[in-house]
Each structure stands twice: as structure tokens, then as C-alpha cells.
């Protein structure tokens, strides 16, 4: 199928690299991991040198990670290792953008006897760091801020805000999932104590992901059971994703630096390319502040669903909202948390990259959107001549 | 590598259908299954088949199957929509040999405001259900009796303790990860709640599970995050893995004959075979009521980690205790609350067998066991000629 692939937030193909690791581990190298015998035991030695892997690429330990089966796993283990390992405490700092992994949580906390507090976004979706600091307390469990927003792209400021937490005595979780294999992730640099990542996004297969836990946090398992991950995640190691991802993160950390300069130059092409050859079109997110794969386009009084559409028949593969949010007719929260007007939230497009991508698959978007949306405007109700009927 | 891989309870190998069945999906065909676009779109097509293949195994609806990560995370997620839509009930019924998965979760709960009766069983693993029917109580949240024990492979009568359940308002939930594939299973038969599955005990890849949950029954999600799974299980869907569990169900669907015969024959012949050549050799496990692929035999006055190091040199894989518990040197809490003595248990090992083997393999380790076991007693302490030093 010849795609123009475009919604690498979303899920990422898997690196050929990867899966030619993970093979053997599908086909003939199938033992258990935790088994006594050499047939299992040989896997176990290969998930050693994943964990090495991973915890390279954030520069972590390998005893800091601990594989989960996705980012949703990753977030929930660390909440529930938070709020676990501090009972006493009742309150919860957030972000009003957060994935759904962790806000659809702790909106179900909120209703379990803890007080969320819900940090907000400006206009180009900065977050507000002095309300942030204000409401923290000696109450306060955890502290969860999303690295990179998955749909605006914008990446907020964690080494900040963990050098304001160091010296409180408070969790603080960062939700990485969208930064970890685009940008640069240093957790010894930064004073994180818990770190989300997944393996789907950075090029390894769906259903693994990971979580950095730093040493000497206090920790108690979400998915309690076997002794696996040293009695920190129950459950038959999935070895053959285990040692898929380990490759991935090998791959990814010497393509950074691609995806800062090449994977960077085409996304500005696109959103430039966009915002001049399509009228009422805006840029969400702060321009320079944002992952380099990632570009969130309002394309005013139309409906994003319909442009998806349409791109679709032209093998054009984006996202409006989140794949997450999709299904549901709502506006993204993130847009709204962001004040994009309803009728610009509902025509936003999410573009994001990846080393895959070419400029020629760029250039070919550039092209044929801008006929789409002209057409689809020209068959709404509230748009009239390129200029807006309702006010 | 060229082994004799007789742990198939402990993981088995990915039947080569399946991974045909899922290679379309790791390859060409990534997209997320939730995604707007064509593209993801016919990825949330597959796992529509395959949810109904799932479904069909166990003669279920499809709606009533839950995609999750392995059946430790179908236990979980079964345990916590019980105690959280029954918040008032505390107490919980079950055996004292469940898997790792159930008995250190319930560990969990005893400890944070659960009361926990642990049912136990009889010298031949075989549970006192009169014990079960005097516990229950207006109190009970969820009685959760596994299908068949991994270890033992001993059946348990979970038709006969769901009538007994069913005029009661008590959650009956199974772990049935080591039946689903094994045996027939026909939920619209049995009165269960929910009943757990996984996908590597029955060829289908490591990390991907199912939770079946009975239309009517109340729910909550314990993996909380996206929109997927119809609000049951948030994370990106598994989409190759989930695929290929819909093919391994399909696969052993058609195969439940072979296990009761070939494979039951393989079996007795494997068993009868070493207990005849085998001094003091013992059977754990009610002859009469086990999984037909599951012997577990101990060898009295030995250590069953040297036995499988032994048969590992010979290319012979088998289990000491279940997988999951191994790497600790306590006997298998299995074998002890059948009140096997602390010198047979240290000294047992269960052979799990599959389509995949063969009665050659078995000849193989009928003819060269016994002698590895009469070498490792005559260096054994506390064995000397056939005869026990120790009373």
C-alpha cells in the first residue's frame, strides 16, 4: 500500500533494523525468559542487552527501566507508584494538555478521594510554570508534566521544573512518550524521578514500552504477579518486542540529530508551504518551542474529519486530534485548553514526521491540500468566498 | 537450536500460521487501528476478525472479549473492575495454588483492607469445594478459582462452582490461561464472570492477552487511558500480536482433539515410561483430572534445578515449579499445599508437552532421565542406594 505517511505521533512503522532483531525471538528462539533452561535463559541474556540499550539512549542505568506493555502502562505504573508509596498524600499536579494515558487517570483519581490540580496552557499552548509552583504543597503526591505535547508538539520546560522540585520531597513523572527518540533525553541531567516511554513511537513494534524509574524512588508495582523485572512488573517477558525496542533505541539515538536537521527542514517546508498557500489557516503551538516532527494547522471553518478524508484518497496519512481522541466528535481538549476557537479547533490537522519521510512527499502535500481545502470550503455553511459568514 | 521444548505451560512457540497472520502487520501495514485514515483503518478491521476468532473459541460474543498485554493483566484488570464496582464487599475467595499473577495480587489486597480466604486442596491437588461453599459471604466481592493448575495441571469443577455461585450476587472470575487452548471451554455454558486468557500459552506471541467478561457484568477499566477497547483498556492496540492471537485461537480451536488424544497419549506414555523406570518417583496431581499435556513428577532426595541442568545438556526443556516462580529457591507453593514433603517437592519437575512434539522426543527422555536421576543421587546426600539416609 503506498502511503504518504505522515501521523508519526500517532504510531510509527516499525525500523526493518528492528524487526530483523526481533525474528529469531518470534521463529526459533522462543523460551522463556525466566526459564531455568538454556533455551530460555539465552533470551533472558538478550533482554539484558535491551535494557542496556534502552536505558542508554535517556542515560539511565539499566537498572532504572523496567518494560511495561505501552506508554498507558508506563504512566499508570508511575502514578500508582506515587500515590502508593505516599498514602497520605491527597493532591496531584497536572497539565490541562496531558494524553489521555494520564488525564482520563487522574480524572478518575479526582473522583477517588484526590484533589487534582490542572495546570493551564496560553494561546500557543506555553504552560503556566508560575501557577504550577503556586499550587504546589505538602500535600502533593506527584507531579506529572508531559515532556512533548503529542498533538501541538510544543515541549515543555522539565529541567526547569525538576530543579524547582528537587528540593521538595515531591514525585515528579514526566510522560515522555513523544519526546524520547526525537529529541535529546538526558535523565541524569535532569532531576525526573519517574519517565514514561513507548515503544510504538520511536520505531519499534506496538504493545512495549518502558519506564525509568530513578534510583531510590520509592516504587510498588501496578502490575503485580510474577517476579519478573525484579518483582516490579508481573507478567512473561515479551521478549521478542523487549529486544525489538533495545534495537530501536539504538537506531533512534543516532538519527536525533537527522530529526533535529532534515526531519526538522521538511516539517518547516510543509507548514510553511501550508500556512502561505492556504488562506484562514493557523499555525497551534509556540513555533519555537516545538518537536522538530510536528506541525498543528487550524484550517478554519471546515471540518478535520472531512479533510482527513479526502486526504485519505490521496494515500495521505495525518491525525486530527489525537489518534487517542479520535471517534469521539469532540474537539481535541488540548486545542481548547489552548483557546483555539471551536470552528478552527474542529479543521485542525496534525502533520508529524519522521526519518522516512521525503521532501518529495512533502511537496506533493503542499501541492494537493490546498485544492482540498478550497473545495471542502466551498460546500461548507459557514465559509463564503474566503471570507468567514458567521462572526 | 535443536531441542526436546516440553514447558510448553511455561510459553509455547509461535505456531508458523500465526506469525504468517501477523506479518502483514509488522511489516507494510503499521497504522494505528484508531487512527481517522484508511490507512489505520483496515488494521481495526483485522482486529475485528480477530476478536471474533477469540471469541469463537470459548463461545463467546465478541463484545464481551477485552484485548489486553498477557493474562497477568487479565487477572488484574478482572479483580480490580470486581472490588471497584462492589466497593463495600471485602472479601475475596480463592485457591491456595493460583499462579503468581492472582496469589501475590490478593497478597496485595490482604494487606491493604481485604480479608482473603485461600481454599486449599487435598494431597492430590484436588480443591475442597465444601471449604469454598462455607466461606462465602454477604461480604464477597469475587471468588476467582483457576481452570487448571499450572503446575499440577489439575482440572478444578468450575461448571459445578458456578451453579453453586450463580443464585448469589459474587463476581466469579477464572484464571483460565492454562485451559483456554488445552480443553474445551464454552462460557455460555458456565456461569463465569470473567475468565482470563493468554495468548503465548496457546502459540499465539508474548504479550498479548484477553480478558472475556460476561455481558451484564459491571466493569472498570484497570488500565485506564485512551478510547481503545471500547473504553475497557486504554494503550494503542497490540495490532500484529492481537491478529496473530486471533489466529492461534482459530488454530487450536481446531487442535483440542489432537491435545486430548495425541497429545494425552504422548503424555502417558511420557509418565508411565519414568514412573516405571524411576525408583521413588511420585505424581503430583490427580491422575484422572488433569490438563492431558501436563505431568508432574517428582524425584525423591534431589535438587529439580540440578535434574533440568542435566536434561538442558541434552537439549531437554522442562520445568522445577512454574517458570514464573523460578529463580527463587523456595519449593512451589503449589507442592506444598498439596502437602508434598519439602524432599519431594525440591526435587520435582513437570513436563508440558504440545502439538509440536513428538512420541520420538518422548522415548528420548524416557530412555535418558533415569539415568541422569540415578547419577545425581548417588552424589545426593541424602540418598544412598536406592534407600532414603534420612527417615
Chains 1, 2 share one sequence.
Not at 521463529?27 to 530460555?40: K, L
Not at 526525537?182 to 535523565?187: A, E, F, I, N, R
Not at 520505531?203 to 518502558?210: E, N, S, Y
Amino acid at each position: 500500500m503506498d502511503v504518504i505517511y505522515m501521523d508519526n505521533n500517532a504510531t510509527t512503522k516499525i525500523a526493518p533494523e528492528v524487526l530483523d532483531a526481533m525474528m529469531p525471538y518470534l521463529t526459533d528462539y522462543y523460551g522463556n525468559a525466566s526459564s531455568m533452561h538454556n533455551f530460555g535463559g539465552m533470551v533472558g541474556r538478550q533482554i539484558v542487552e535491551a535494557r542496556e540499550k534502552v536505558a542508554a539512549l535517556i542515560n539511565a542505568d539499566p537498572g532504572e527501566i523496567i518494560f511495561t506493555s505501552c506508554g498507558t502502562e508506563s504512566d499508570s505504573t508511575a502514578v500508582h507508584a506515587a500515590i502508593r508509596s505516599n498514602p497520605s498524600k491527597k493532591h496531584i499536579i497536572t497539565t490541562r494538555v496531558e494524553h489521555p494515558a494520564i488525564k482520563n487517570l487522574y480524572e478518575y483519581l479526582a473522583k477517588n478521594g484526590y484533589r487534582v490540580t490542572w495546570v493551564p496552557v496560553d494561546s500557543e499552548g506555553v504552560l503556566d510554570l508560575d501557577f504550577l509552583y503556586d499550587h504546589l504543597s505538602e500535600d502533593t503526591a506527584i507531579v506529572s508534566i508531559m515532556w512533548a505535547n503529542n498533538e501541538s508538539g510544543v515541549i515543555f520546560p522539565i529541567d526547569e521544573i525538576a530543579e524547582k522540585l528537587a528540593s521538595r520531597k515531591i514525585v515528579f513523572h514526566s510522560d515522555a512518550v513523544q519526546a524520547v527518540g526525537k529529541l535529546p533525553v538526558d535523565v541524569k541531567k535532569t532531576g525526573l524521578n519517574m519517565m514514561s516511554i513507548s515503544g510504538h513511537k520511536l520505531h519499534a513494534p506496538k504493545g512495549v514500552g518502558a519506564l525509568y524509574v530513578k534510583k531510590g524512588t520509592k516504587f510498588s508495582p501496578f502490575m503485580i504477579g510474577g517476579h519478573q523485572e525484579r518483582n516490579r512488573r508481573g507478567g512473561t517477558e515479551n521478549s521478542a518486542s523487549i529486544i525489538g525496542m533495545g534495537k530501536a533505541c539504538e537506531l533512534v539515538g543516532s538519527h536525533i540529530e537527522e530529526i533535529d536537521t532534515r526531519v526538522r527542514s521538511m516539517r518547516d517546508r510543509l507548514e510553511d508551504g501550508l500556512l502561505k498557500n492556504v488562506p484562514n489557516a493557523l499555525l497551534n503551538g509556540k513555533k519555537d518551542a516545538r518537536l522538530p516532527n510536528t506541525t498543528n494547522i487550524s484550517f478554519e471553518y471546515i471540518e478535520g474529519e472531512a479533510i482527513l478524508l479526502m486526504m485519505d484518497q490521496l494515500g495521505i496519512c495525518a491525525s486530527s486530534g489525537s489518534a487517542c481522541t479520535s471517534g469521539s466528535l469532540e474537539p481535541s481538549h488540548v486545542l481548547r485548553a489552548m483557546g483555539v476557537p471551536f470552528t478552527a479547533a474542529h479543521g485542525s490537522i496534525r502533520f508529524s514526521l519522521s526519518t522516512y519521510n521525503t521532501e518529495k512527499e512533502v511537496d506533493f502535500v503542499v501541492e494537493n491540500l490546498p485544492p482540498i481545502i478550497e473545495r471542502l470550503r466551498n460546500m461548507s455553511p459557514f465559509w463564503k468566498e474566503g471570507a468567514c459568514k458567521v462572526q
